[in-house]
């Protein structure tokens, strides 16, 4: 297995665990948070998506599905375009309303998009700085590891929520 197929296989597992969290639920329970001041579903979803997008287009060097594709104008959201969830407060978290259709579209786009991503990608691409703000600066493949990583947190954090409000 190469290790562009590797990343890949985990960010489809990535998409694997959204699509569990959010089948079959209405608007209404995706965005139902467990308590206040804790996530919805489609907080976590849409905040999981966004982050992937902004990441991995920031090191592929292309715009976000987000704008690019018109997934800003379906959610029509009471925010900017370039939110991803980071530092918002609950009040603004709790306006995330979306169905189960637009959250997997709009994942599964991002996911593709992605993979597209990764299957130009050496071993050698890996080692690639991508932000020199860190100490030791972050590669692209740190990058890529950490937004899986951040990716399943939340999605399993979204499964999890599945389960309290069901």
């Known amino acids: 297995m190469r290790t562009d ?3 890949s296989a985990a960010f489809d597992n990535i998409a694997g665990v959204v699509d569990a969290a959010v089948d079959g639920l209405t608007p209404d ?3 139902q948070a467990p308590r206040a001041g804790t996530n919805s579903i489609a907080w976590l979803v849409w905040h999981l998506t966004r982050v992937q997008d902004d990441h991995v287009a920031d ?3 292309h ?9 800003a104008r379906r ?3 009471p925010f ?13 978290a709790a306006k995330v309303h979306a169905d189960a259709e ?11 998009k992605t993979k597209e991503y990764l299957a130009t990608l050496s071993d050698d691409d890996l080692e690639r700085v991508v ?3 860190w100490d030791p600066p972050v590669t692209l493949g740190v990058r890529l590891v950490s937004v899986i990583t951040d990716d399943l947190q939340h999605a399993g954090q979204a499964a999890y929520v599945r389960g309290l409000i069901t």
């Open 5 to 7: 197929q590797l990343l």
């Open 75 to 77: 959610f029509d959201l």
């Open 102 to 112: 637009l959250l997997t579209g709009y994942h599964h786009a991002v996911s593709s």
């Open 29 to 31: 329970q995706l965005a």
């Open 59 to 61: 090191v592929a060097g």
């Open 63 to 71: 715009e976000q599905v987000y704008t690019a594709d018109g997934w």
């Open 131 to 133: 932000d020199e703000r």
């Open 80 to 92: 900017p375009d370039a939110a991803h969830g980071y530092g918002m407060s609950a009040e603004d």
